[in-house]
T-cell receptor
Framework: AQSVTQPDIHITVSEGASLELRCNYSYGATPYLFWYVQSPGQGLQLLLKYFSGDTLVQGIKGFEAEFKRSQSSFNLRKPSVHWSDAAEYFCAVGAGGNQFYFGTGTSLTVIP | GAVVSQHPSRVICKSGTSVKIECRSL??????MFWYRQFPKQSLMLMATSNEGSKATYEQGVEKDKFLINHASLTLSTLTVTSAHPEDSSFYIC???????????FGPGTRLLVL
């Protein structure tokens, strides 16, 4: 069965430090991969997506993610975190048709 | 582009009443819309998938007679919580898919509180 795992429930980083949020998926073929961000009480905003092609994708707000087929991973990175990046981050996998699976989310706290 | 709106953003109602939530794709036509429910500090739980002009497909465990979904046009889907009870209090989020791509664009959510 398809699944999405975000191993880190909560991460705390200092402002200006680098960030990496992990995402692993289980799917037989190459899925569509997404990262979304959710601020408290808000909907989800698409940060970036991977469908095919270059495995390093650039997104909004300075985020990037790398698809590694051999590791079934799609980790999100940012070289320098800003206080406004504090939010909940969700990795998601589209498996074709109407199948769409979310990870359990990673809560990011940024300390000054 | 790809903006999805929801209305209302929050609603408080009495137990036993019905509440309608609208989801609109503002700048694109969405043949498929999705309805999710999110509990505090949890991920999104897919409730149902609605395709324009056809009946919604509900996920296992979701009562279709309680959560009525209508997708009458390519830009509007509605979720009606019928005879709401306090346990229906939650954050409801819709999304719309831009076909043929698989990206889902999400609305800002509706906070429902049933007293």
């Amino acid at each position: 069965a398809q699944s999405v795992t975000q191993p880190d429930i909560h991460i705390t980083v200092s402002e200006g430090a680098s960030l990496e949020l992990r995402c692993n998926y289980s799917y037989g073929a190459t899925p569509y991969l997404f990262w979304y961000v959710q601020s408290p009480g808000q909907g989800l905003q698409l940060l970036l997506k991977y469908f095919s092609g270059d495995t390093l994708v650039q997104g909004i707000k300075g985020f990037e993610a790398e698809f590694k087929r051999s590791q079934s991973s799609f980790n999100l990175r940012k070289p320098s975190v800003h206080w406004s990046d504090a939010a909940e981050y969700f990795c998601a996998v589209g498996a074709g048709g109407n199948q769409f699976y979310f990870g359990t989310g990673t809560s990011l706290t940024v300390i000054p | 582009g790809a903006v999805v709106s929801q209305h209302p953003s929050r609603v408080i109602c009495k137990s036993g009443t019905s509440v309608k939530i609208e989801c609109r794709s503002l700048d694109f036509q969405a043949t498929t819309m999705f309805w999710y429910r999110q509990f505090p500090k949890q991920s999104l739980m897919l409730m149902a998938t609605s395709n324009e002009g056809s009946k919604a497909t509900y996920e296992q465990g979701v009562e279709k007679d309680k959560f009525l979904i209508n997708h009458a046009s390519l830009t509007l889907s509605t979720l009606t919580v019928t005879s709401a009870h306090p346990e229906d209090s939650s954050f409801y989020i819709c999304s719309a898919r831009v076909t043929p791509a698989e990206t889902q664009y999400f609305g800002p959510g509706t906070r429902l509180l049933v007293l």
